[in-house]
């Protein structure tokens, strides 16, 4: 019985690694596609102000950010709202 059971587990052995090879026997290279398409894409953070006033009423401010057409566009708005008063 013992060696009905280990010639059963042999014959298990050899059919399962059969079906695991190639039966064509050539290796395949993998294919790797590059999409121009797809670019990472950074997430718009608005500028940072920060708003300052002195003792004489005067204003000034730091602005940071990434963007530099936002930055001059929020400086200009700035300018034109508080030197306005």
């Known amino acids: ?3 009905i ?3 059963f587990c042999v014959i298990l ?3 399962s690694t059969q079906a695991c090879t ?6 395949q290279e993998p294919v790797f596609k590059q999409l121009p398409d797809i670019r990472e894409i950074k997430p ?3 500028a940072k102000i920060k ?3 002195d003792a004489k009423d005067d204003h000034s401010w730091e602005i940071s950010g990434d963007d530099v057409d936002e930055i001059i566009r929020v400086d200009k708005k700035l300018r034109k709202d508080l030197k306005a008063d």
């Open 1 to 3: 019985m013992q060696k």
């Open 5 to 7: 059971t280990i010639l």
């Open 13 to 15: 052995l050899l059919i």
């Open 22 to 27: 190639d039966s064509k026997g050539q290796k």
């Open 44 to 46: 718009e953070r608005p």
């Open 51 to 53: 708003l300052k006033r």
